[in-house]
């Protein structure tokens, strides 16, 4: 069994920064993509920030600047530097998991999410 956690967010005031950790634990063999994503109330969620296993990322348009995603693969961990936040950040923030599991002779890579974490800006 796989989980993934999130942690990090609150309230911050605009201009200001914001460090999200997702840390995944459990019977994993290996984890590809990681990923960030949000949902801002009434909206559909959006896909923020991608980093593969070799660190390769990619980032929304909205946030790109201002945002960094990395990752410590010895952790199995992802983290989301937010800098120069603004109000239209204001969304709850998931972490998003490519996990690799099984024995060798079978395995599976599976999507796990994090049960998200809030992020409020105040203007």
């Known amino acids: 069994q796989v989980q993934v956690v999130e942690s990090g967010g609150g309230l911050v005031q605009a201009g200001g920064s914001l460090?999200?950790?997702?840390a995944a634990s459990g019977s994993i063999f290996g984890i590809n993509d990681m990923a960030w994503y949000r949902q801002a109330p009434g909206k559909q969620r959006e896909l923020?920030?991608?980093?593969?296993?070799?660190g390769s990322t990619n980032y929304a348009d909205s946030v790109k600047g201002r945002f960094t995603i990395s990752r410590d693969n010895a952790k199995?961990?992802?983290?989301?530097?937010?800098?120069?936040l603004k109000p239209e950040d204001?969304?709850?923030y998931y972490c998003n998991a490519r996990v690799v599991?099984?024995?060798i002779i079978q395995l599976m890579e599976g999507d796990y999410w994090g049960q998200g974490t809030q992020v409020t800006v105040s203007s």
């Open 76 to 84: 199995n961990t992802v983290y989301l530097q937010m800098n120069s």
């Open 101 to 103: 599991t099984g024995p």
């Open 90 to 92: 204001t969304a709850v």
């Open 48 to 54: 923020v920030a991608t980093i593969t296993r070799g």
């Open 19 to 22: 460090r999200l950790s997702c």
